[in-house]
Structures are given as C-alpha cells and as structure tokens.
C-alpha cells in the first residue's frame, strides 16, 4: 500500500518555490500530507532546476539518493520542474529507479497521475514534458513557504531569451495572470495567518493585463488586500520604470530591497549577453532607486567568465561592483546551456582555472563591502518579521529586516509571526544581531 504521505525540495530560484507552494496545495487537496523525511513519504518529488550544470548535478545526485529508499519501502520517485522540461526520458539514463518525470507545466498534474498508476493505468515511468499556454495552475492557491510568508506567482515563462539563459526554452513564453486572481489569491494567504507575500515572475516589470501594468498591480493588491509587506521577484533593469521606483517611496507596505541582476560591467559583454541596457543605464536606475528610497537593499546576480572576456572586462565588473555597493549578491562562472544563443554562436574559451579565480576574488571583494554594508545598520532600528529561530540555538529568533537581511534577536518574548522594531546590534556579512525596541 503507497502512504499517502509526500516530501517535496525544490532547487533553483522563487519560481519554482512557488511552484513547489502550488503542487503541495494539489498534493493535499488529493489527500496527501506532507513529511519532512523521505524515509516517511509514499511520493518523494524533486523540484529541479536546469540553470547551471551544477544545479543539474545536486539534483541528480539527490535523486539518485533517494531512490535507494525504494528499497526499504514502497514509493514513487518524481522529479518535476526545469530539469524535468530539459532531461526529459534522458534523467532515466542517470536515474533508472525515477516513476515520474513531469515538466514545468506539467507538474501539477502529480496527483492525477498517481492515482492513475495506482489503478494500473500507466505501468513504467510516466513522461510528460508538453507545454502548454494556459495558466491552469491558477486553480490552486498555493501552501505558503513559511507560515508568515507566502509566493504569488504573476507571470509564467520569459521572453528576454539573454544569450546564455536556458529559462525561456524551459519555461516557455511570458503569460501573465489577471490581476483579480492575484488579488484573490493573496487574501487567500492573508486568511491563512501569512502577513508578507511576495509577487514572482522571470521579469516582474514586464507584467500587463487589460492595461494594468506592474506598478499598478503592486497598488491593487496593497489597497485590495490585508497583507501587511509586499516584495517583489526579478526585476529585469531594462524594465525598470520611474513609474515603479517612486512606488518605493509612497507605498509603505512594498519593503525597501531590489534584486536587480547586472550580470556584468562591461557594456561590450552586457551586448553580448542580450541584456539590453549599458552598465551607464543601470547605474541611473539605481541612483534613481536611492533618491527614492535613500536606505533601499540592493542585490544583484553576476556572471564571469562570459565567452570572451577579457581581464578588463571582467575588471569593469568589479569596479561596478565596487561602485555601487551591494547589500549582497549571487554569483556565478558561465556555464554552457546548450540550446541557448551562446552555446550555439560562442566558444566557451575562457579556461576553467580563470572562472574560478575571477569568481573567488568576486566573492571576496562583495563579502567585504556586504560587511561594511551591514555595519551602517548598527545603530538603526529596522521592523523585522519574525519568522522561526536560529538554526543554531532555538532560543534566539530569527527574522528578515525591509532590506529582506537575515536578523537573530535575543528576547524573551514569544514574538513568532509578529513584526517587531528591532535594534541592531552587531553585523557580519550574513547576518545581522540585534534587540527589541523597549
Ligand atoms: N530572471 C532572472 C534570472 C533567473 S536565472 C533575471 O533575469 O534576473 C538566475 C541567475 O542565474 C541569472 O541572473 C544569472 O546570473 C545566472 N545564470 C543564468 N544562466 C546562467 C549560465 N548559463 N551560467 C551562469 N550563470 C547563469
Ligand atoms: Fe534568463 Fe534573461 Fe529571462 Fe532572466 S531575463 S530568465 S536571465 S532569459
Ligand atoms: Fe532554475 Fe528553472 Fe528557476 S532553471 S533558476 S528553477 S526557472
């Protein structure tokens, strides 16, 4: 007898945790209830993620792990998501014991499907990658990753296609969901206890339905609704509006942090890379950003090793990185996507070695000012939802600022799922420390 039990990782980015949020809501919906240990579950499902080969790597290393568990008792392996769209009957190859392979639209039909191969429906591994134009997915609202704070997905796929990226080809075209579902899904989550929501999509900024645009979007479901902060996931710079940075000064429920991606300084690769603005244009959004919001976190993602990069080239990223002072940032070495513009059109010929150092003294140099960054915090008070403790010491709460910084605070207080002015402090590179406001 298969338990109606299931775990469920996601790897990779926002989108797919809150695709992970909308299968847990079909998986409970079709009488399934979630476990932390695989060694529990009757379905085990791996979210994956296709971006990097690295990612691809963890994935398939995870899924080759839990299969053994196949052994001990009876359940269905499942990997869904990107890596499913691209490997497709190819992560059989790798991972022979997988029950399901279900795409990035194809996902949510886990459970339906389940339930057919119980019946004796479809013997062997069930394959379905096909893409599909709708945006079925709506029909579930989505089980919050934390009980505080939840995704909304606005808009599905991407149209940018930038020259290294995979995500348009597995995730297919921009389609955008109507603001009234969005509206009614985030009073959902409200209902629910989660207080914070954060509104997802490959390029946020380019979000249009019946002329309400991002920044509109943004407005409705701050006046339409109960939640108490709003965040907002990726905003592509070339989409950036006046319209949307004055928002970061007039709307006191959207937090003061951006992830804007620049991918590099140099105006030669950002035109190869098919990013469509100069490092000049970025560097205006966020003067912009800061007028608006002078205390605005900003974070970032950042590729070396692009094809053809020169010394110099790369020096320009850390002279931007230098410039504009990161609260944080993610990044990474090129890695060959293939199907993508560059794998097809570039050599891949900077040496593996020169990624390596080029990004170590990336990392380097952005731990150091995320360090000095953090230490201009000292002293501020921020208002901090609480969302858990400390991985370390259950006794110390753990929260996010505005800025979205991880913040651990001594009280003695039951103070989970509330917002709280907290003091801060001390300061590293990751983490703030700080108290409650008397
Ligand atoms: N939609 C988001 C990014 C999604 S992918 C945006 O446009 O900002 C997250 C990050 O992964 C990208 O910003 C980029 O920095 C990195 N990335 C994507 N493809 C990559 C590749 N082939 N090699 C290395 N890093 C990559
Ligand atoms: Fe990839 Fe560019 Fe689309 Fe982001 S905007 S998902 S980097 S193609
Ligand atoms: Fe990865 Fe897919 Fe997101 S490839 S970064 S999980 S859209």
């Not at 943004?218 to 989409?239: G, Y």
Request: hydrophobic share 35%; glycine share 6%.
């Amino acid at each position: 007898m298969l338990k109606k039990t299931y775990y469920l990782h996601s790897y990779g980015c926002q989108m797919n945790l809150a695709d992970s949020g909308i299968l847990s809501a079909a998986m409970d919906r079709a009488g399934f209830s979630a476990v932390l240990d695989p060694a529990d579950a009757g379905v085990i499902v791996i979210n994956t993620c296709s971006v990097r080969e690295k990612a691809e790597e963890r994935a398939l290393g995870r899924l080759t792990e839990l299969s053994q568990l196949k052994r001990k008792h009876t359940c269905y392996v499942c990997a869904v998501g990107c890596m499913a769209q691209r490997m497709g009957d190819d992560i059989l190859k790798r991972v022979p014991e997988v029950d399901f392979i279900l795409g990035t639209e194809r996902l949510f039909e886990l459970p339906r499907l389940i339930a057919a191969k119980e019946e004796g429906n479809n013997g062997g591994t069930v394959i379905d990658t096909a893409m599909t134009d709708n945006l079925a997915f709506a029909e579930y609202p989505p089980v919050p990753d934390n009980p505080y704070s939840g995704l909304v997905t606005i808009t599905r796929g991407c149209n940018n296609f930038c020259a290294y990226c995979i995500v348009p080809y597995l995730r297919g075209r921009e389609r955008h969901r109507d603001p009234n579902t969005i509206v009614d899904e985030v009073n959902q989550l409200v209902e629910r206890g989660v207080v914070e929501i954060t509104l997802v999509g490959q390029n946020v900024n380019s979000y249009e339905f019946d002329n309400v645009n991002f920044p509109k979007l943004l407005k409705r479901v701050a006046a339409e609704t109960d939640i108490e902060r709003i965040r907002f996931i990726t905003s592509h710079p070339k989409d950036l509006s006046d319209e949307l940075i004055e928002l970061f000064a007039s709307e006191p429920k959207l937090m003061g942090h951006i992830h804007l991606p620049l991918q590099s300084g140099s105006d030669r690769i950002l035109d190869r890379m098919f990013r469509r603005y100069t490092y000049d244009h970025y560097k205006g959004r966020v003067q912009k950003l800061r007028e608006a919001k002078p205390d605005i976190a900003l974070t970032t993602d950042l590729i070396v090793g692009f094809p053809s990069e020169s010394e110099d080239e790369y020096n320009m990223t850390l002279d931007a990185v230098r410039e504009i002072q990161y609260d944080a940032a993610f990044m990474f070495r090129y890695s060959v996507r293939s199907g993508t513009w560059a794998a097809k059109n570039l050599i891949d010929d900077i040496p593996e070695e020169t990624k390596l150092a080029r990004l170590q003294t990336l990392i380097d140099l952005q731990k150091d000012i995320s360090a000095l960054v953090n230490q201009r915090e000292i002293g501020k008070t921020r208002t901090v939802l609480v969302d858990g403790t400390s991985r370390r010491d259950a006794s110390i709460w753990k929260g996010k600022t505005e800025g979205n910084k991880t913040i651990l605070i001594r009280s003695e207080q039951d103070i989970k799922g509330r917002i709280v002015p907290v003091t801060v402090l001390r300061a590293d590179s990751w983490t703030l420390h700080g108290e409650i406001m008397a």
